[in-house]
Structure formats: C-alpha cells, structure tokens
C-alpha cells in the first residue's frame, strides 16, 4: 500500500493491498500522527503477546520473513514466532489465532503484497500476508530492498498498523511509501504506536488456539478477485487507491484497501 516514483519521476504504484475486516480507516498523516488501523488489535490478556506467523513461503522468501520476524519482535509488547506453514500459498488458507506467510504467482490482478487481517469488533482473529511473484518476477520489483520492504509493511499491517506517511517521504520505516534504503525496517515511531494500541489488556484473547469464528471467519470466496470484496465505497483522487466493503449478517465485515497500477 505505498506510492513510489519510477525513474521518469512518475508516481507509480508499488501494487501492494491491504485488507481488513472493519470500516473505512484512512492511513495519511504525518510522522507525529497515529498511524493505528482504526485500533484494531489482537485481544490478548498480557504482554508481550506472541503471534505466529507461518511459513508458506518458498526458500527465496524465507529469509526476509525471518528479518521481518526478529525487527517486529523488538517491540515491548510482541513478540513473533516463525512455525511450519500447512496452507497452500496459492489460496492462503488463514488459520484462526494467527498469521499465514505466502508467496505465488498470483497472476497480473494489480497487487504486488496483500495483507488481510479478519476482526471481530475491533479484535483481529487471523491474517494473511500475500507476496505475488508474477510481479516480484520482474526487474524493478526483483531486489532485496523492494522484498524487504513489501514483507514488512504487509506483515505489520497484520499487527493492526497503518503508514507513518503515503506522500513518497523517506521516514526510515518500512510503513512508509519511500524507495530509499533505509526504509526496509520498523522505526522507533512504529514501535511506540504498537505500544499504544496494546497498552490496555483484554479479557479474552484472540490469539493461538482459537475456535470461535465468525461468517467472516467462514467465508471461502477467493479473496484475490475484486469480485469478493463487495461494494466500492472510496476511490482517491490520483485513481490509486480505492476502498472495498462488504459486511455480513452477524456483524463482521471485509473491507479491502487496494493500491493499483498506473499501468493497469
């Protein structure tokens, strides 16, 4: 979900998505600003919490899940542990209680990394992180520093964190929309905004073996496909960013942040 500019100096779309089961929430601002997603949280019952993030990633992948994993685990309030995935990374399967870690050729639909979180209310109950590889294929997108970054911001977003900032300004944080190089990790600010959205304890928790589940929780439609993300409720002003939203009967609801290409 970042902007970036293309060596002709035009904004070009980084392609990633974001998705959350929740209401319209808008990521802009500055450095100083909450850059929370609408408060959405893992409901735990002490910290530091740990989460899961399974891999169903191929070797090429493993290790920037394994950076991504030792730079999130730095904050005060969570902690991440990498397990065996069992999800087919094509579909990427979510599994209550935690998040799964995919790459795949998941075609030229216009995203290059999609994160997902499902909520109950406003308690995340799983994730996923998408890495499409028919984009990660190409030249520009194929490095190290593109990689990085793409794993980072998508599996942070899981967390319940939104952009420090969408204006091409290089904050040194891996939740911002910069090429520069020091943008591939989470900074200080990033860690201090997750121990604002898990500084109050719940009395229920969200987290590992979970059994209960919502109609959300329970849908099988492909969550690749704009057809499943239900009705258009925001398109920016550049025709970057549009906003999806689509609510089910007991409550829960699917609303997709997608970022598209100028190309497309």
Same mark, same amino acid.
């Given at each position: 979900m970042k902007l970036f500019?293309? /060596?002709?100096?035009?904004?070009?779309?980084?392609? #990633? +998505?974001?998705?959350?089961? $929740? #209401? =319209?929430?808008?990521?802009?601002?500055?450095? /100083?600003?909450?850059?929370? @997603?609408?408060?959405?949280?893992w409901a735990r019952q002490s910290n530091p919490f740990n989460l899961k993030l399974s891999d169903?990633?191929? #070797?090429? @992948?493993?290790?920037?899940?394994?950076? $991504?994993?030792?730079? @999130?685990? +730095? /904050? &005060? +309030?969570?902690? %991440? $542990? =990498?397990?065996?995935? $069992?999800?087919?990374?094509? %579909?990427?399967?979510?599994?209550?209680?935690?998040? &799964?870690?995919?790459?795949?050729?998941?075609?030229?639909?216009?995203w290059l990394g999609l994160a997902q979180i499902w909520l109950t209310g406003s308690h995340i109950t799983q994730g996923t992180t998408k890495l499409n590889d028919t984009y990660f294929a190409m030249q520009s997108y194929n490095t190290p520093a593109e990689k990085n970054h793409v794993m980072c911001q998508e599996v942070g977003h899981t967390f319940g964190l939104g952009h420090q900032d969408e204006s091409g300004a290089a904050l040194g944080t891996c939740m911002d929309y910069s090429m520069d190089l020091g943008s591939q990790h989470p900074n200080a600010h990033d860690y201090e905004e997750l121990s604002t959205i898990y500084a109050h304890l719940d009395t229920t928790t969200t987290v590992g073996s979970v059994t209960t589940s919502t109609q959300a929780d329970k849908d099988q439609s492909d969550k690749n496909q704009s057809a499943n993300w239900g009705r258009r409720v925001f398109r920016g002003k550049e025709g970057h960013l549009e906003i999806y939203e689509r609510q089910f009967q007991d409550g829960s609801k699917l609303a997709t942040l997608v970022v598209l290409a100028d190309h497309q």
């Open positions: 500019k293309g /060596s002709n100096g035009q904004m070009r779309a980084l392609l #990633a +998505v974001g998705v959350a089961l $929740t #209401a =319209i929430v808008s990521f802009g601002g500055a450095v /100083s600003a909450n850059h929370s @997603w609408g408060g959405y949280h169903n990633l191929g #070797a090429a @992948w493993k290790p920037y899940l394994q950076q $991504t994993s030792a730079d @999130w685990s +730095v /904050s &005060e +309030v969570l902690d %991440t $542990t =990498i397990v065996a995935g $069992t999800s087919n990374p094509k %579909t990427c399967k979510p599994k209550l209680g935690q998040v &799964e870690v995919c790459n795949s050729r998941y075609g030229q639909n216009g």
